[in-house]
């Protein structure tokens, strides 16, 4: 899609807006009907047809090792974590406001700060949108996009600990690292994906259920006082894309923007950073 045509559709949005019902966004992202052993959750952004699927992680333990290599053993709670990583249709909802039904209050959402920033090219970058995860994303803005949705809601969403996220993603068992001939129907990675992202759940589920936990988009997690991204993404080597994998934000994320002060809400070359949800009960 080019600057014009998402501009067209932006606008035609808007005047959709303009009226007294509230938008409806499109789901798109639906992952195939496959079984999972876990208890599942369908979620739904009011206002809207998008709608979101969580699994119940069991209680547990996960042994991992720090950032200076000491093993630490940490208790998870029976929480619900997001099937697939958080798509488009979800997130469009939250930075192109379209929760709001009024040219007004849209204008106020964005003045007061409150939502990301418009950003400087379109961030689907031509991978499409309908089940794309969502990427580019600053780890304040995931943040932020899971109070609205709190809010929203009446339910408690955040983005996963670390320990919670590869809890999940090694299904309670050992660190998880895929030969490639294996990971090739577990994930997007350099070999496969095509220097872009590709629609959710298209690869197989892990054990529990979950889909993307390596590869396509690599995901914000919380580990203490800082932010990292954790599994790989399309962009990395097999050896790479991995349970233990973390990143950490880098200036290559934002080295074609040309905003002064560049910008806080997207990185203009990080579309392999993404998130899935938390949700608390």
């Avoid at 892990?206 to 006082?225: H, K, Q, R, S």
Wanted: aromatic residues 10%; glycine residues 8%; proline residues 8%.
């Amino acid at each position: 899609m080019n600057v014009q045509t998402w501009r067209r559709r932006l606008a035609a949005g808007a005047l959709l807006l303009g009226v007294s019902v509230l938008p409806v966004a499109r789901a798109g992202d639906a992952p195939p009907d496959r079984p999972s052993p876990l208890k599942k959750s369908v979620d739904r952004i009011p206002g809207t047809t998008v709608d979101f699927t969580l699994l119940q992680l069991p209680a547990g333990k996960i042994t991992m090792k720090d950032k200076d290599g000491k093993e630490q053993t940490y208790e998870i709670k029976p929480i619900w974590l997001g099937q697939t990583e958080v798509t488009w249709p979800e997130y469009d909802v939250f930075w192109q406001v379209l929760d709001l039904s009024t040219k007004a209050e849209r204008e106020a959402a964005i003045d007061a700060k409150s939502r990301p920033s418009r950003p400087y090219e379109p961030p689907y970058r031509n991978w499409g949108q309908d089940g794309s995860p969502a990427g580019s994303i600053f780890p304040k803005e995931a943040k932020r996009y899971c109070e609205w949705l709190s809010k929203k809601t009446g339910h408690k969403y955040r983005i996963p600990t670390e320990a919670e996220w590869e809890y999940a993603c090694r299904a309670a068992g050992a660190p998880l690292k895929p030969e490639k001939s294996e990971l090739r129907e577990l994930a997007w990675f350099a070999d496969n994906a095509e220097d872009q992202t590709h629609p959710v759940a298209l690869k197989k589920p892990n054990a529990w259920g979950f889909y993307d936990m390596l590869g396509n988009v690599a995901e914000w997690v919380t580990c203490g006082e800082r932010d990292a991204v954790a599994g790989g993404s399309y962009l990395d080597e097999a050896e790479d894309v991995h349970s233990g994998a973390r990143d950490v934000y880098s200036p290559r994320w934002q080295r074609n923007d040309p905003q002064i002060p560049q910008g806080s809400s997207w990185y203009s070359n990080g579309g392999h950073v993404g998130f899935r949800i938390v949700r608390e009960d």
